[in-house]
């Protein structure tokens, strides 16, 4: 299993040129320090950062918490990114923020300790590492690399990190080697957001889990003529199949955000919706993402691509996906609403919890696209039991202006989803009128003529297998036997 080791998987997703600007009002509610509760290490941080940067309202209530997991990490550098992040803030148009100077300052000790100790622990792993190497002991070769990359990742070079995970492969004995070193690099890739190589890393780690299971029922297997396993092997083998489904949910969730990054929103939320409980995600749940962000993005890539059978038998029928849902009490609405053809209700569900959208770093780019397919779905519902319909009880039922609701059906006309024309001048929409007895003429029509071309084709195979037949019979037998008979018979027939 060869693992393809390059500089750029470390480069961050590009920057949206036009930078998105959430609020927090009573309109747009959102508390901070519940949700940032939900998250630890480089995770808080990064999620923190990115809430100064999408709603600058909040930067420094973000900024002092900030603080907090910073002082509680390895990685001094994070100060400058952090002191970077507030001053733009501060410049945001309309947005006024205490100065830095009133807030808490840079801890000049804590740096200098951090670093001393950083220092001191990299020269110790890498004089390990070449004293493994000179001795040839494989299996510590392998456990230096890896703490190194331990180390590095902890310490914010992730491109150093990623070389020495990759480079422990070489030093792999076992599939279960294997597997760490991928679930390791699946956690860097998930905490760097970087979605393109994630799933070269979720099928390696899906084979290695697989050879690794497969090992692990040959040593437990009775030997041929001896006795039934024991007690205690039975437990091993339990607690092994607990192993595989915590390994297969965190496989899951990386597959899941693959497809997300990717915009391959019905693929997501499949796999969003394959995911096993939170206790099988272990750590992931608050190093990585937590339970609610995974019943948000199921919940709107489902209600983006999804029909409503769909939804009632994926989601609402799913009593694993229901845990995660119960974490955030508004996607219950949200499903509810859509359910209900409530659509008034989804629209204000999906304004009013925008900014909790907007500033979740996996959601965020993703979050005008979502809710325009969202819209464009439920607009495609309402008409469909129409024959025609005035627009003004239409903008009555979304929430919208006559004009407002006219644009997005030409939208959605012109884009084929609606078949139908709008009477400008009377305010209705027209659905297209279909000839069905038509239509079934047609197929009928279309069904014969496929019939007989088969048939055709059918005698013309016969006929050239009985002249074959007639061929290669013997002399004897090709004057006047009952296969010269049964031949002309046939292509009297064929005729």
């Not at 809430?51 to 973000?62: D, K, L, N, Q, R």
């Not at 760490?180 to 899906?206: G, P, W």
């Not at 029922?217 to 009775?222: G, I, K, R």
């Amino acid at each position: 299993m060869d693992i393809d080791r390059s500089d750029d998987y470390m480069q961050p997703p590009a920057q949206a040129s036009k930078p998105i600007i959430a609020v927090v009002d009573d309109a747009h509610p959102f508390d901070l320090e519940g949700y940032i509760s939900n998250y630890t290490g480089r995770t808080a941080i990064d999620r923190l950062l990115h809430v100064m940067h999408i709603c600058p309202g909040i930067a420094a209530e973000a900024y002092q918490l900030c603080l907090q997991h910073i002082h509680q990490s390895r990685d001094p550098s994070l100060y400058s990114l952090l002191f970077q992040t507030y001053e733009a803030a501060s410049g945001t148009p309309g947005v006024t923020l205490p100065p830095m100077s009133e807030l808490s300052q840079l801890d000049t000790k804590w740096v200098d300790e951090t670093v001393a100790k950083n220092q001191a622990d990299r020269t110790k792993l890498e004089v390990e590492l070449k004293t493994y190497t000179n001795n040839m002991i494989k299996e510590s070769i392998r456990m230096a690399h890896r703490d190194l990359g331990d180390h590095y990742r902890a310490t914010g070079d992730f491109g150093t990190s990623l070389k020495h995970y990759t480079k422990s492969r070489e030093f792999c004995t076992t599939s279960q080697h294997v597997l760490d070193m991928c679930m390791s690099i699946l956690e860097l890739l998930i905490e760097q957001r970087n979605y393109s190589h994630l799933t070269t890393y979720v099928f390696k780690a899906d084979a290695a889990l697989d050879a690794a299971s497969a090992a692990a029922a040959n040593s437990n297997a009775p030997v041929q003529g001896g006795t039934a396993p024991t007690v205690t092997a039975t437990a091993n083998q339990k607690k092994k199949s607990a192993d595989r489904e915590v390994v297969q949910a965190k496989l899951d969730l990386a597959s899941a955000l693959a497809q997300f990054g990717a915009s391959n929103y019905e693929k997501a939320a499949h796999a969003f919706l394959k995911i096993g409980s939170a206790k099988e995600l272990g750590d992931w749940t608050t190093k990585l993402v937590s339970p609610g962000d995974i019943a948000i993005y199921g919940t709107l890539c489902a209600l983006a691509t999804f029909s409503r059978a769909t939804i009632k038998s994926k989601i609402l029928e799913n009593s694993v996906f229901g845990v995660y849902v119960e974490q955030e009490p508004y996607v219950r609405e949200l499903l509810e609403a859509y359910m209900n053809s409530n659509f008034k209700v989804v629209l204000e569900l999906l304004n009013r919890y925008s900014t909790r959208h907007y500033i979740d770093v996996h959601l965020s780019p993703h979050v005008n696209e979502l809710t325009t397919l969202i819209r464009n779905s439920a607009v495609v519902l309402y008409f469909k039991p129409f024959a025609t319909i005035k627009l003004d009880r239409m903008s009555a039922a979304f929430g919208w202006t006559v004009a407002e609701t006219e644009g997005h059906i030409v939208n959605l006309i012109q884009s084929g989803a609606i078949q139908g024309r709008v009477d400008s001048e009377n305010k209705i929409l027209h659905a297209k009128k279909t000839d069905y007895r038509g239509e079934l003429f047609a197929r009928a029509i279309k069904t014969g003529s496929d019939i007989q071309a088969t048939n055709r084709k059918l005698l013309l195979r016969m006929k050239l297998q009985q002249a074959d037949l007639i061929v290669k019979a013997p002399k004897g037998q090709q004057g006047g036997g009952s296969l010269t008979d049964a031949s002309h018979s046939m292509f009297m027939v064929g005729e």
